[in-house]
């Protein structure tokens, strides 16, 4: 992870704290429970539960750096100084695509909060990059395996 700040909107940084807390005072307890049990089947050797078990351990403790690294390097967004006029991190936009005449919402966000299916854009992304600093209006070009995709700007809405 690099150290560049991470840009987060309350709810993305809400949600994020809540995983943190999740892993460390309900999952390491489960993991806790699991190895002793599995030990207590002895020859840790050929122990698939114990290896499963210190697997999902070491997967589960990853997560929790990435997630305290991101948390120190959180900068959340002022739901206050999103503008309408202008995209921007915490925008929610709605675009008409071009060639298919069909509308679609996406709220552009940080790539920690990133979700396709839930309609949030990274800013990183090729269609986030476009859009940023764009008015309603402008035509957007974004480059697709399938070819270029261009999309109208109808609305920028606030939180």
Known sequence: MSNEEVFLTEEGLAKLEAELKDLKTVKRKELAARLKLAISYGDLKENSEYHSAKNDQSFME?????????LTKARVVDAKSISSTS?????????NDIEYSEKIEYRIVGPAEADV????????????????????GNIISVNAPMGVI??????IRAL
């Open 87 to 95: 995209v921007s991190v915490g925008s929610i936009v709605i675009l």
């Open 150 to 155: 261009k999309y109208e700007l109808l609305e």
């Open 117 to 136: 299916l839930d309609n949030k854009i990274s800013y990183e992304s090729p269609l986030g990059k476009e859009l940023l600093n764009k008015k309603v």
């Open 62 to 70: 990853t997560r929790v750096i990435i997630l305290e690294k991101m």
